[in-house]
């Protein structure tokens, strides 16, 4: 699957903070409920400021759940998924893509 540039797939729930020859920063909004659209990261890092319940669909068909707590920190190698926030609490999330 080619690369699906979450800004333009998801506007409303992506905004870019920053972006250079070495990372590009983005804010994640997912309301409770609330799903984005099938999108791309390079190799990321996500610092979720305030976290919830997730349903993570990747390009293959599968399906993943996480409860990720305020606060969580992960790293995750460059993929394409959907995120579906399936708590109570609104997403909000930092990420910071690195650029090879």
Do not use: C
Not at 28 to 38: H, I, N, V
Not at 63 to 73: K, M, R, S, Y
Not at 81 to 99: F, T, Y
Request: no cysteine; proline share 4%.
């Amino acid at each position: 699957m080619s690369y699906i540039d979450p800004v333009k797939a998801s506007p409303s729930n992506y905004k870019s903070l920053l972006e250079n020859e070495h990372v590009r920063v983005l804010q994640m909004d997912l309301k409770a409920r609330q799903s984005d659209e099938m999108h791309s990261h390079p190799d990321e890092t996500v610092y979720f400021v305030r976290g919830s319940k997730v349903k993570i669909h990747l390009s293959d068909g599968e399906t993943l759940e996480a409860d990720l707590p305020d606060g969580h920190v992960m790293w995750h190698e460059e993929w394409t998924h959907r995120v579906e926030n399936v708590g109570s609490s609104d997403i909000l999330a930092i990420i910071v893509e690195s650029k090879r």
